[in-house]
Every structure is written in C-alpha cells, then in structure tokens.
C-alpha cells in the first residue's frame, strides 16, 4: 500500500486527468459536433492537473461538507479565470463556467474516490 504522500499525487493526478476528459467530451457533446480534439492537447491535462493539486491543500484545512463545496467552486473559478484571462477563450462565460463544472464535478470525485479506496 502507497504512503500518504504518493496516494495523494496519484490521486491529484487521476482527477486532474478524469476531469480533463470529463471536460472535453462535455465540450464535444455541447458543440454538437463531437470533436474529440481536446482530448489530444496535451496542455490541458497539465493545467488540470496543477489546478487538482490545490485539493489536498483544501482537505486538509477543511472538513466535509466545506472542503467539498471549495474545491467545487475552486475547481470552476481557477480554470475559468484562466481560460478567459490566459488563453483567451472565445466562449461565452457561461459556457466556459459550465464545461469547467464538469471538470470539477469530476475531479472531486475522483479525488475523493482515489483517496478512500482499499489498496
């Protein structure tokens, strides 16, 4: 079984990355044209993955139900803001809010999933 510290950066690691996807097949089925290009960019799984590693910081200063509903709502503003302020989206703001709930939606669960699993 992994320690503490490496369960935690697989798991920061895997939401980041389930999130990424979770996001880019919302955006392919939300544009109707089930592109499955961002599913190939590489960088979008890095910035997944660094906004992911916020969570065991969140955890860790807070309690269910509060740490939840953070990361939730970090994990939507943080890659909002930076799609819109540093890589210059063109999508609308609510559609940009909406693809990265999913992405929250399923990075938190497997987070959490990742972290209360047997080995």
């Not at 939300?30 to 961002?38: M, Q």
């Not at 960019?41 to 997944?48: F, K, N, S």
């Not at 906004?51 to 503003?77: E, G, N, R």
Request: some cysteine; hydrophobic content about 60%.
């Amino acid at each position: 079984m992994p320690n503490t510290v490496t369960r935690k950066i697989i798991a920061v690691v895997t939401a980041g990355v389930a999130g990424a996807i979770a996001n880019a097949l919302a955006a392919a089925v939300i544009s109707g044209a089930y592109k499955l290009d961002l599913l190939f960019v590489p960088g979008r799984y890095l910035v997944a993955i660094a906004c992911t590693s916020l969570l065991p910081f969140i955890y860790h200063a807070l309690k269910p139900p509060q740490a939840d509903w953070s990361a939730f709502v970090a994990l939507i503003v943080i890659p909002s803001m930076m799609a819109k302020f540093i890589f210059s989206t063109g999508a609308p703001w609510s559609m940009v809010i909406a693809l990265n709930a999913v992405y929250a939606i399923a990075a938190c669960a497997v987070y959490r999933e990742a972290l209360t699993a047997k080995a």
